[in-house]
């Protein structure tokens, strides 16, 4: 199954919006959407289940064991294809799943932002909000750009270059028609490979209070709620790896977009600090280099 758009993005880099400099406009939303890898599953997770638990329930479970951990390091990657065009954005960083907060490097590839470099873009992860620094496009040096991620067309499941760790772990509790792949090894952790599609529209509704308003937007802004998943959890039944699968629908050929994202260091100590108002920048961002500037 794919994710369709309902509206069309503008192309198929203008998919990643953060990666095409300045498609954004600042607080109101994403004039076109966006595109990243882990594994995992475990024998406690299933036990804790009851013995006969089947793989969707187990996999259902993987926000509730991610919160009762804390916090993790990730390291995620979003892929963009459309038209024999690739374009992947790294990002690395810690998240804390208590409080919903994180803190993620984000590395732009060469030229994807019409220039040979670029600096790491900070990014901030809040319940409905997304902060981005070094954001170019128009934005002061020094200032932050705040999106509402609940006026996302995807909830920030795509748009920022990153899946929030929250979004993409509260996605799984939409699980179903999931099957059990077979046991192997991440990073030298045994897990449990599950496969699956996520349902948006159930995910939203299963979704924990502070994460439904993104997950609501998202199954409101595609066509269709389906979206294939590879999930792995380790022998606590922790989420080690998840890879979502989304396909958008654009004017031109349609374009697919793989976001991965890895969990490990579980338990690491987490430090992120809003910006104030006065570090939020509220004027225009540039649509490109030389293009438009976004209202």
Known sequence: MVVR????????LAVCALAVAGVMTVGSGCSGPGGAGADGTGERAVSRA??????????????????????????????TAAGGTRVTIRGQGAYDFREQLGRIKVLLPKDA????????????????????????????????VR???TTLEDGNLVTGGVTDPTAAAE?????GKVTYVGRTELAGVPVRHYRGTADLGRA????SPSSRGALTAAAKGFSTDS?????????????????????????GPPV??????????????VSVELPPDADIYTGRVQQGRSGPEAP
């Open 5 to 12: 758009q309902q509206r069309s993005g503008g192309g198929a």
């Open 50 to 79: 009851g013995p006969a638990a089947s793989p969707a329930s187990v996999v259902r479970r993987a926000a509730e064991a991610l919160t009762a951990a804390g916090s993790a390091e990730t390291r995620t990657s979003m892929e």
């Open 113 to 144: 932002a019409g220039a040979e470099d670029h600096r790491p873009i900070t990014e901030l992860l809040a319940p409905g909000a997304l902060y981005m620094k070094n954001r170019g496009a128009g934005v002061p040096d020094g200032k932050w």
């Open 147 to 149: 999106i509402d991620t």
């Open 171 to 175: 996605l799984l509790r939409g699980a």
């Open 204 to 207: 939203a509704r299963e979704a």
């Open 227 to 251: 979206v294939p998943f590879d999930a792995y959890l380790d022998d606590e039944g922790l989420l080690r790896k998840v890879r979502h699968r989304f396909t958008f629908a654009t004017e």
């Open 256 to 269: 697919a977009v793989v976001s991965t994202m890895l969990l490990y260091g579980f338990g690491a100590p």
